[in-house]
T-cell receptor, first 114, second 113 residues
Framework: GAVVSQHPSWVICKSGTSVKIECRSLDFQATTMFWYRQFPKQSLMLMATSNEGSKATYEQGVEKDKFLINHASLTLSTLTVTSAHPEDSSFYIC??????????FGPGTRLTVT | GENVEQHPSTLSVQEGDSAVIKCTYSDSASNYFPWYKQELGKRPQLIID?????GEKKDQRIAVTLNKTAKHFSLHITETQPEDSAVYFC????????????FGGGTRLMVKP
């Protein structure tokens, strides 16, 4: 149980284009999902908290107009990186919150912007 | 703001030895402390967690201890095996931050056969 999927697992896009990443909880419902960014050999940095049916809460320094989050159902949250630039290249990981407030992570999406 | 410090950043042990990773947190009202294991290129996996109403929890070779007074918690791995090699992250949930987790900087554990 508590499986979280993420799609795509990797994506290469050109500078200026937008990329959408999906995070799904496969066998449980998640009112809350989280989006993290992880740089090589570094820890997980929380970008935003995604709540089903309401606006996401962004961490300080994260541009909400650049990283659009939509949590339209209890099993799906999406992160759209708009007008991507090379500095947005990173590993993006989502997590979904279980009943006991544990977080279960997706496999991550490696974004490369050329 | 909320802060979680993790030490050491790297740890090398011989197979069969024990490994201990320590974390300290800043908010005394924190109530949930999970530990994650992340292998190279893979997702973080929850391996054990502890809530503030207990001082110790054990699951086979893995144990976590919590000292609320000192605001620190530790991960103990006994009889280490090469497959334990990974990066381990501690985290804490701060009461005034919803259900967000703040992560430590990670510990790269290497178990030499």
């Amino acid at each position: 149980g508590a499986v979280v999927s993420q799609h795509p697992s990797w994506v290469i896009c050109k500078s200026g284009t937008s990329v959408k990443i999906e995070c799904r909880s496969l066998d449980f419902q998640a009112t809350t999902m989280f989006w993290y960014r992880q740089f090589p050999k570094q820890s997980l940095m929380l970008m935003a908290t995604s709540n089903e049916g309401s606006k996401a809460t962004y961490e300080q320094g994260v541009e909400k107009d650049k990283f659009l989050i939509n949590h339209a159902s209890l099993t799906l949250s999406t992160l759209t990186v708009t007008s991507a630039h090379p500095e947005d290249s990173s590993f993006y990981i989502c997590s979904a919150e279980g009943q006991g407030a544990e977080q279960y992570f997706g496999p991550g999406t490696r974004l490369t912007v050329t | 703001g909320e802060n979680v410090e993790q030490h050491p950043s790297t740890l090398s042990v011989q197979e069969g030895d024990s490994a201990v990773i320590k974390c300290t947190y800043s908010d005394s009202a924190s109530n949930y402390f999970p530990w994650y294991k992340q292998e190279l290129g893979k997702r973080p996996q929850l391996i054990i967690d502890i809530r503030s109403n207990v001082g110790e929890k054990k699951d086979q070779r893995i144990a976590v201890t919590l000292n609320k007074t000192a605001k620190h918690f530790s991960l103990h791995i006994t009889e280490t095996q090469p497959e334990d090699s990974a990066v381990y992250f501690c985290a804490a949930r701060f009461n005034n931050a919803g259900n967000m987790l703040t992560f430590g900087g990670g510990t790269r554990l290497m178990v030499k056969p």
